[in-house]
């Protein structure tokens, strides 16, 4: 293959003027220095520094915290639920379930069209405008009088977070190399778990400090106070986020060689700009196996985790008969010790990040691989292992169950490079992913991952089992075919090379 392809692994790229050209050309230089792996700007040079400092301070933070506010918008029913809405709204039958599925549907409908909508209109006005749609949403649902409002609302906020996080990581692709994406990848999609990780406690002390203020019950006050962080960030969104750079328009913070710089650095990666839809476009989508390959392996990761269960198993210590009489756990610790789990992930998450964007060179598959293997063996040990036996040793397995849980961005990343030279199949793919696993998710826990089969959920533990098997032999063959059609590519770029100079 030619210079995009050579700049694939851990390089830095260099723009500088060619002594017999009046054109900028590309030099591609490889990382040499334990700064370069740690992060990937010391080596470039000052312009390209600059402005993926710049591209880091606005995409990066502005997706991160929008992700974070987005897993509180989720999670926010829940707390509701166990604060009072359960007796305003009068749900006391199937009501939070329901709602929580029609939150998937809205979700599950809105996130290929929008996806597909940022290769027609730039990210600048469509994922501020979502995020604006979905706090205003959140605020309307703290004067909700029955749970049939609740309904639409939930509707309306899944509908508008559907194009937050496949957005993102097309708007990822649009910007970054291979050498970036990995590592941003996982800060973006990690910002979700911490969000995850404090919605708990941020929503009970909301609670607490404001319950009957205003004449406003507390679960009330949280609805509106996540709305509420939410619109600021939007505006800001509003006012800096950038357009495309295959776009062709400069976004008002970068400068016109800036903007230049960010063309040509797409260029020599092979990210393409947009394209017409044709029928020979749509085509040759629908007869790629990128279609149907890719998309798959985000599902069968996205559900081949095990559902959390140490909290479940906590708590069935305090139930007659006690299995393990003399030994109980308090309310708080049934809380808090499962946090172990997520801390522990996240920074494992981060650190193949790191290794996939420098050290690996690029390669992604090496860690679906690896945490395929790992969510496998933790599976077993989850299933196999006695509930009431060995505590100690349960709790470890239960801490270290979520290591192997990190490729998910990685997977993204890979679908972005895999499909540079297509934007709208590689918007089309991103989305879809994300979006089938949702569908997935949304059906088979209610077979699997029954509330009554916790904390044994054998049925489960199988589930994950199978699935992670799957995962691997499809980055097998993903990795396999993505290889032969690369070295056939090279072949013929060899081939007519070596025409063109005996003509």
């Given amino acids: 293959m030619g210079k995009a392809d050579e700049g694939i692994g851990p390089y830095s790229i260099d723009l500088e003027a060619s002594p017999n050209s009046s054109q900028d050309q590309l030099i591609v230089k490889p990382i040499k220095t334990w700064k370069g792996y740690i992060w990937d700007t010391w080596e470039l040079p000052k312009d390209q520094r600059w402005l993926l400092f710049k591209l880091d301070a606005f995409v990066l933070t502005f997706a991160s915290i929008g992700y974070f506010l987005k897993n509180l918008d989720l999670y926010n029913v829940n707390n509701a639920f166990l604060s009072g809405m359960e007796?305003?709204?009068?749900?006391?039958?199937?009501?939070?379930?329901?709602?929580?599925?029609?939150?998937?549907?809205?979700?599950?409908?809105?996130?290929?069209?929008?996806?597909?909508?940022?290769?027609?209109?730039?990210?600048?006005?469509?994922?501020?405008?979502?995020?604006?749609?979905?706090?205003?949403?959140?605020?309307?649902?703290?004067?909700?009088?029955?749970?049939?409002?609740?309904?639409?609302?939930?509707?309306?906020?899944?509908?508008?977070?559907?194009?937050?996080?496949?957005?993102?990581?097309?708007?990822?692709?649009?910007?970054?190399?291979?050498?970036?994406?990995?590592?941003?990848?996982?800060?973006?999609?990690?910002?979700?778990?911490?969000?995850?990780?404090?919605?708990?406690?941020?929503?009970?002390?909301?609670?607490?400090?404001?319950?009957?203020?205003?004449?406003?019950?507390?679960?009330?006050?949280?609805?509106?106070?996540?709305?509420?962080?939410?619109?600021?960030?939007?505006?800001?969104?509003?006012?800096?986020?950038?357009?495309?750079?295959?776009?062709?328009?400069?976004?008002?913070?970068?400068?016109?060689?800036?903007?230049?710089?960010?063309?040509?650095?797409?260029?020599?990666?092979?990210?393409?700009?947009?394209?017409?839809?044709?029928?020979?476009?749509?085509?040759?989508?629908?007869?790629?196996?990128?279609?149907y390959l890719l998309p798959l392996l985000y599902v069968l990761w996205n559900n081949g985790s095990p559902q959390p269960a140490m909290g479940y198993w906590l708590k069935s210590f305090n139930k007659k008969p006690y299995p393990l009489p003399g030994t109980t756990f308090t309310v708080s610790q049934i809380n808090q010790l499962p946090l172990t789990t997520t801390g522990i992930f996240i920074i494992m998450a981060f650190v193949w990040g790191w290794l996939s964007d420098g050290?690996?060179?690029?390669?992604?598959?090496?860690?679906?691989?690896?945490?395929?293997?790992?969510?496998?063996?933790?599976?077993?040990?989850?299933?196999?292992?006695?509930?009431?036996?060995?505590?100690?040793?349960?709790?470890?397995?239960?801490?270290?169950?979520?290591?192997?849980?990190?490729?998910?961005?990685?997977?993204?990343?890979?679908?972005?490079?895999?499909?540079?030279?297509?934007?709208?199949?590689?918007?089309?793919?991103?989305?879809?992913?994300?979006?089938?696993?949702?569908?997935?998710?949304?059906?088979?826990?209610?077979?699997?991952?029954?509330?009554t089969d916790f904390p044994r959920a054998r049925k489960g533990y199988t589930w994950s089992i199978v699935l992670q098997v799957l995962l691997g032999g499809f980055t097998y063959t993903i990795s396999s075919t993505q290889n032969m059609l690369t070295e056939s590519l090279s072949s013929l770029d060899s081939y007519c090379s070596a025409s063109s100079l005996e003509g």
């Fill in 87 to 291: 007796e305003d709204l009068q749900m006391y039958g199937n009501q939070l379930v329901t709602s929580t599925s029609i939150y998937t549907v809205g979700y599950v409908i809105g996130q290929i069209p929008s996806n597909l909508l940022l290769t027609r209109v730039t990210p600048r006005w469509v994922i501020p405008a979502l995020e604006v749609g979905w706090g205003i949403a959140t605020i309307c649902t703290s004067a909700v009088k029955s749970y049939k409002a609740l309904y639409a609302l939930r509707f309306l906020v899944g509908l508008f977070e559907s194009g937050f996080y496949p957005g993102i990581h097309y708007l990822l692709g649009s910007w970054y190399t291979p050498q970036e994406i990995g590592k941003r990848a996982m800060i973006f999609w990690l910002a979700g778990s911490i969000g995850q990780l404090f919605s708990g406690f941020l929503q009970a002390a909301a609670y607490t400090n404001l319950s009957g203020v205003g004449g406003l019950a507390g679960w009330r006050w949280l609805f509106i106070i996540d709305g509420i962080i939410t619109l600021p960030l939007a505006i800001l969104g509003f006012l800096f986020f950038p357009n495309l750079p295959q776009g062709g328009k400069k976004t008002w913070w970068t400068t016109e060689e800036e903007h230049a710089i960010s063309v040509k650095r797409m260029q020599a990666i092979g990210r393409a700009g947009k394209q017409p839809w044709t029928k020979d476009k749509v085509r040759r989508i629908f007869l790629s196996w990128h279609t």
């Fill in 359 to 451: 050290p690996c060179r690029g390669a992604r598959w090496p860690f679906i691989y690896f945490g395929a293997l790992l969510t496998l063996i933790f599976s077993i040990l989850m299933r196999q292992m006695p509930l009431y036996h060995d505590i100690y040793h349960r709790k470890v397995v239960y801490w270290l169950s979520n290591i192997g849980n990190g490729a998910g961005p990685l997977i993204l990343s890979w679908i972005n490079e895999i499909c540079s030279g297509d934007t709208e199949k590689r918007a089309l793919l991103v989305a879809m992913g994300n979006d089938l696993a949702y569908v997935v998710q949304a059906v088979a826990p209610n077979f699997v991952w029954k509330t």
